[in-house]
């Protein structure tokens, strides 16, 4: 099981204060905000990916690239890379690249992302959203796995004889989680590959979630990967603790109240009853988790978005020593518990460069 943290960059005015961040001091912040996180002894950091205001992680594998240099063990990752939007021939170099720099520490999660002004952008057409999603990974997916390609699709200029470089280290291609907050395209597209789905698990109640992940591991079993029990599952989450409850809600309200995302709209009361939001003691972070094994299943990353609305940087660094002290020790043991022998871990690039010599000496 890993445990981690995303962010998604924004740069908010803290509503205590009414001071905003320079997107300088995010960017360092996001760094700093990794480092912690291996620092505490988490797995994994993630970032987003966006192109326009408020947001500032515009070039994900840049600011991933330095942080690998200056971190040993923090798997890196993305909390969202558009497929839709970038040309897959520059992502399969760029996280071939990063991979090497990293000695393999890296996996990305691809999606459509929230910003219906980023198509044409980058000239597409959102209306082809999910047609893109599926021509783009396709493309993706056999840059990684064919030294020369031949390719021929819908969305951009045909490849003859091609050849991305540098070619994934050891041959292994970066692990790849499909996330998705709404769409059973993307589960079923993560089905056919075998690869990781990610349900966001924010915004929406359980039971929207407990749908798209049951599909998901219903076609990874039908698709011949394993049983349902051994899709590769990753959830998000999002918390805000302190010793004592009263004053994690004390303290976190204003920033809900104000948030770009929900502010101005359900109370803090009412969005901590309909969604995965916990705002609260560390046991009942510890406690309100645990129940998601009870909804989803067996699963093998769970990420917490910890870094938003405005909150400065010195509460998000506090949270994560809460987060790795506190609380992902106890998560740790408590879902180890009863793990069916059969449920695999969260895929790494040894493990998969094992599973790739194993079945090379099969064959």
Not at 3 to 13: E, K, P, Q, W
Not at 25 to 37: D, F, Q, S, T
Not at 258 to 284: C, D, I, K
Not at 308 to 324: F, N, R, S, Y
């Amino acid at each position: 099981m890993q445990f981690g943290i995303f962010s998604v960059g924004d740069v908010t005015t803290d509503p205590t204060t009414g001071r905003t961040p320079t997107e300088h001091e995010r960017i360092k912040a996001m760094v700093a905000i990794a480092l912690k996180a291996e620092e505490v002894g988490l797995d994994v950091f993630a970032t987003g990916e966006h192109h326009n205001p408020p947001f500032v992680p515009s070039s994900p594998t840049t600011m991933l690239g330095y942080i690998a240099a200056r971190t040993e063990r923090l798997i890196l990752s993305t909390a969202t890379t558009l497929i839709t939007t970038n040309d897959p021939v520059k992502i399969a170099e760029d996280f071939a690249m990063l991979q090497h720099l990293a000695d393999g520490r890296v996996d990305l999660m691809l999606g459509r992302g929230n910003t219906g002004p980023v198509y044409p952008w980058f000239g597409q057409d959102i209306r082809q959203g999910i047609p893109l999603a599926v021509e783009n990974y396709a493309l993706l997916h056999q840059l990684w796995r064919e030294d020369v390609v031949d390719w021929e699709g819908r969305f951009r200029t045909p490849l003859q004889g091609f050849t991305s470089t540098p070619r994934p280290l050891d041959g292994v291609p970066p692990f790849v989680w499909h996330g998705s907050i709404r769409s059973p395209e993307i589960a079923e597209q993560a089905a056919y590959y075998g690869d990781g789905f990610f349900a966001n698990n924010i915004f929406w109640p359980k039971e929207h979630f407990i749908r798209l992940i049951n599909l998901y591991r219903q076609r990874y079993a039908h698709y011949g990967h394993g049983t349902p029990e051994q899709a590769i599952v990753g959830l998000g989450g999002q918390v805000f603790m302190r010793k004592n409850s009263q004053d994690a809600v004390r303290e976190f309200r204003p920033y809900f109240d104000n948030a770009p995302v929900y502010g101005h709209g359900p109370s803090l009361e009412e969005f901590t009853a309909e969604t995965p939001l916990t705002v609260g003691s560390p046991q009942q972070v510890i406690d309100r988790t645990l129940e998601f094994r009870e909804f989803f299943g067996d699963y093998q990353r769970q990420l917490f978005l910890m870094d938003h609305a405005g909150l400065p940087l010195k509460t998000v660094l506090e949270q994560l020593d809460i987060l790795g002290e506190e609380v992902v020790p106890v998560l740790r043991k408590e879902l180890a518990k009863d793990r069916p022998a059969g449920v695999p871990d969260a895929p790494t690039h040894a493990s998969l460069l094992e599973a790739r010599t194993s079945q090379a000496v099969e064959v």
